[in-house]
């Protein structure tokens, strides 16, 4: 298994794929573990460290492109236009970088979103810090 370090860099796609051969692997052991065969119960763990790390790594991207899209700056420049986003971790900035591109390719925005601040629990305090305490800067391409 990759670190965490690695995951980061990966494509949505591979990380899917581990993914899945990890939920499958742990089925099988799970399999071998009623019917009394398993014989290497520290994988039990180790796979589920290994999904947790996964799911972790593509939640936290999901969660940069939402916050992102939610920025007052980047409403406007996505507004009636396709776009794609992805995001990637930047340690050089700790914090996601999201990029978004039209349907040809271009750059439409950009974002820099740390998900490691402090997010607000109540209505009230979301009401009056809302999600751009969370996005380090924005910027729109053009």
């Given at each position: 298994?990759?670190?965490i370090v690695e995951l980061r860099?990966?494509?949505?796609?591979?990380?899917?794929?581990?993914?899945?051969?990890g939920r499958e692997e742990m089925f099988n052991l799970r399999f071998q573990l009623a019917?009394?065969?398993?014989e290497?119960?520290?994988?039990?763990?180790?796979?589920?460290r290994e999904i947790a790390q996964l799911e972790t790594v593509l939640n936290m991207r999901q969660l940069a492109?939402?916050?992102?899209?939610?920025?007052?700056?980047?409403?406007?420049a996505l507004a009636g236009k396709?776009?794609?986003?992805?995001?990637?971790?930047?340690y050089e900035d700790s914090g996601w970088q999201v990029t978004f591109v039209d349907g040809s390719g271009n750059e439409v925005a950009t974002a820099l979103v740390n998900l490691n601040k402090k997010r607000p629990h109540?209505?009230?305090q979301s009401k009056k810090a809302g999600q751009s305490q969370r996005i380090v800067a924005a910027e729109v391409a053009g």
């Open positions: 298994m990759a670190n860099e990966m494509s949505d796609a591979k990380l899917e794929e581990m993914l899945e051969n019917s009394a065969r398993l290497d119960y520290s994988r039990l763990k180790a796979v589920r492109i939402e916050t992102a899209v939610a920025s007052e700056n980047l409403v406007s396709e776009w794609e986003a992805s995001a990637r971790y930047s109540s209505r009230r």
